[in-house]
């Protein structure tokens, strides 16, 4: 259970930080002197906080369901011939910088929420998908010759043995995907998509260090209590299928 | 039974097994022997259909095995590699279980199952079957791996050089162990080994390979005696062809009986029956003794074994 701590704590803090930033205005008047606007306000930075919780949520399931079925794809006998394009298109979803997709997507989706889900499920696929093919081709060929010798059907060596073999290093792929977009998704708030991105914009804008400061720390600490997040979980499933 | 009937497997252009009829009876230990690359785990791996063949027909009781749905197929086969395959993340119990869990077994079944092959195998039920695989020294995991092969019940067991990668001393143990489960449960059982030694101790017939081939089908006596060609000569060794025939017969074959059995001498030397010859030879070198008296498993003696007998009609 202690694994679970500092996630719990690092979360709490988050919440908290988040409720209580608008009272601490002494500290910002000691960052941004002489300014009446020391406080974000056009949004809670309860309500951010959730729609940029949001975003990477719903981004990193499909992010996951899609890299993780064309992993898996790949490294059957049936899909063999399409990892080379598989793994070219994962790389160039890396490549392109999220705000070019950003940008490209605005004329074809709009502003809001749509385009930036968009961005952040093509730049997050590449790092689960190429966890999961190496956690997949990680594993003692004489295992699954075993397996399959044992009598196990595809679907079972799959199921009970290569998931659970590879779910730490594909764990590790959504980890990494995950934090990465936790930054790329407050870029959405350049197309109108709600995320603590919106007070580092407006900050940027209009010269005001405190709203920037507000935003960065609340987008910083949510990292950080996310990856500690996953590093709990990675913990718990490697005592489960201890390797 | 299984057949093999003109079976050839082909790699591209390659010829891996070339042609081969087998006929392996059941209950009999048929050990596959050549060096590497002469087609003997080829042909262990199309009789459970891990490879297919190009051509020919492997029958199992007279079904040819294509007909059958291959995953059915292999739970009716244990299957031990050199490698174990052990699921490493899976306790030593699970591993063992795996193939009653595909089988449906209820788990009370299973367990005791799993149970009897721990002490089957001498291992611990207590200790051992809550380890994991990588926890397991590499005599206990090739164990496991042979409990795992046994633990569905099946018909027939095929073991690729189980003991290949173990040190001297614990592969005579499991091969000495392998004589026993086999006297026991009688499997029908195709054994891969580039090892001669190891196929003459354990094989009821022995099928030399060479090049996809089998260049003689035969009981160990025989290869010893009439090898069939230059290469088999060569691959028993004809140095010591002697003591390799003497090592095929126990001391109870040879000695003279007493028509009653004795009280052993307290402190005496002596054979006991299941002692090879070659054992029995060397023991009397060592010792430099004529004659050495056997006992039998309850520890009375009930006979003699001279040294004139041995050399006469050992090999």
Not at chain 1, 109 to 115: D, I, N, R, V, Y
Not at chain 1, 190 to 213: F, H, K, M, Q, W
Not at chain 2, 218 to 244: C, M, Q, W, Y
Request: glycine share 8%; proline share 5%; aromatic share 6%.
């Amino acid at each position: 259970m202690r694994v679970w701590l500092a996630p719990l704590v690092l979360i709490a803090s988050l919440c908290l930080l988040a409720a209580w930033l608008p009272t601490m205005t002494p500290f910002f008047s000691w960052v941004e002197p002489g300014s009446d606007n020391l406080i974000y306000k056009r949004d809670s930075f309860l309500t951010l906080l959730q729609s940029h919780i949001w975003l990477v949520l719903v981004s990193a399931a499909i992010g996951t369901l899609v890299a993780v079925s064309a992993g898996i794809f790949v490294t059957r006998p049936f899909g063999r011939e399409f990892l080379p394009l598989v793994s070219q298109i994962a790389s160039i979803g890396q490549t392109v910088p999220p705000v070019a997709v950003l940008a490209l997507a605005v004329p074809l989706m709009g502003f809001g929420e749509k385009p930036t889900l968009f961005a952040l499920v093509l730049y997050g696929l590449l790092p689960i998908l190429r966890n999961t093919l190496a956690g997949l081709n990680g594993i003692n060929p004489a295992v699954l010759e075993s397996a399959k010798g044992m009598g196990m059907s595809s679907v079972q060596v799959l199921l009970k043995v290569e998931l659970p073999l590879a779910g730490r290093v594909i764990l590790a792929g959504i980890r990494t995907s995950v934090t990465i977009n936790i930054a790329t998704a407050a870029i959405g708030s350049t197309i109108g998509a709600r995320t603590l991105g919106d007070p580092v914009i407006a900050g940027l804008v209009n010269g005001n260090t405190a709203y920037v400061l507000q935003g960065a720390i609340l987008i910083g600490l949510l990292a950080l209590a996310t990856d500690s997040l996953f590093e709990a979980v990675e913990r718990t499933w490697a005592r489960a299928f201890s390797a | 039974m299984i057949e093999l009937k003109s079976v050839t497997r082909r790699f591209g252009d390659a010829v891996a097994v070339d042609d081969i009829d087998l006929t392996v009876e059941t209950g009999e230990v048929c050990v596959l022997v050549g060096s590497s690359g002469c087609g003997k785990s080829t042909t262990l791996r199309m009789i459970n259909r891990l490879l297919p063949r190009t051509s020919g027909e492997i029958l199992v009781d007279g079904e040819d095995i294509n007909k059958a749905d291959p995953e059915a197929l292999r739970l009716n086969m244990g299957y031990a590699i050199q490698s174990t395959g052990l699921f490493p993340h899976w306790t030593v119990a699970r591993n063992i279980g795996v193939v009653p869990d595909l089988l449906k077994w209820p788990a009370g079944k299973r367990d005791e199952r799993v149970d009897e092959l721990l002490i089957l195998l001498g291992l611990d039920p207590e200790t051992d079957a809550i380890k994991y695989p990588h926890q397991l020294s590499g005599g206990q995991a090739q164990r496991v791996g042979v409990a795992r092969a046994l633990a569905g019940d099946p018909n027939i067991l095929l073991m690729d050089e189980p003991f290949g990668a173990l040190d001297a001393i614990t592969r005579e143990n499991l091969q000495q162990e392998m004589l026993r489960i086999q006297r026991q449960l009688n499997k029908t059982t195709v054994f891969v080994t580039h090892d001669i030694d190891e196929a003459l101790k354990l094989a009821t017939r022995i099928a030399v390979m060479d090049k996809g081939k089998i260049i003689q089908h035969d009981t160990p006596e025989e290869i010893l005696r009439r090898p069939a060609s230059a290469f088999v000569e060569n691959l028993i060794g004809k140095g010591d062809r002697g003591l390799k025939l003497l090592a095929l017969r126990s001391v109870g074959e040879l000695m003279e009986r007493y028509p009653q059995p004795r009280k052993r001498e307290p402190n005496a030397d002596g054979l006991k029956e299941a002692d090879s010859l070659r054992f029995a030879l060397s023991v009397m070198v060592w010792k430099n003794a004529s004659r050495l008296p056997v006992n039998s498993e309850a520890g009375e003696e009930v006979g003699t074994v001279t040294r004139e007998q041995l050399l006469q009609g050992g090999a």
